[in-house]
């Protein structure tokens, strides 16, 4: 098990930014490759962004590319989704998981351990 906690969510206008956080227990964190996924009423979770072990590689949905980045800090356990020209479209809960299947970076199925989720909500 790894708990997760994500943090940073709100509301804010198109344009805007956001940061959100992820932090983990245990001493795990380290060794494990991490996603940040979102989900929209409605619609199936689909994958945001993920970052290597190492954070030195990083893949993102063409839908957020360019304008969202992911990054760790491995002594503090935390991922982070920095958010930025931010639209409606990106209304979602947001979620952080670790990637337990290493065939892949961009299937919801290779993550587990998911946390609650942090709404975002972008108004037009």
């Known amino acids: 098990q790894v708990p997760l906690v994500e943090s940073g969510g709100g509301l804010v206008q198109a344009g805007g930014s956001l940061r959100l956080s992820c932090v983990a227990s245990g001493r795990t964190f380290s060794t494990y490759a991490m996603g940040w996924f979102r989900q929209a009423p409605g619609k199936e979770r689909e994958f945001v962004a993920a970052?290597?072990?190492?954070?030195?590689?990083?893949y993102y949905a063409d839908s957020v590319k360019g304008r969202f980045t992911i990054s760790r800090d491995n002594a503090k356990n935390t991922v982070y989704l920095e958010m930025s020209s931010l639209k409606p479209e990106d209304t979602a809960v947001y979620y952080c998981?670790?990637?337990?299947?290493?065939?892949?970076?961009?299937?919801?199925?290779?993550?587990?351990?998911w946390g609650q989720g942090t709404q975002v909500t972008v108004s037009s």
């Open positions: 998981a670790v990637r337990i299947v290493s065939s892949s970076y961009y299937n919801t199925g290779a993550y587990a351990y």
């Open positions: 970052v290597s072990v190492s954070g030195r590689n990083t």
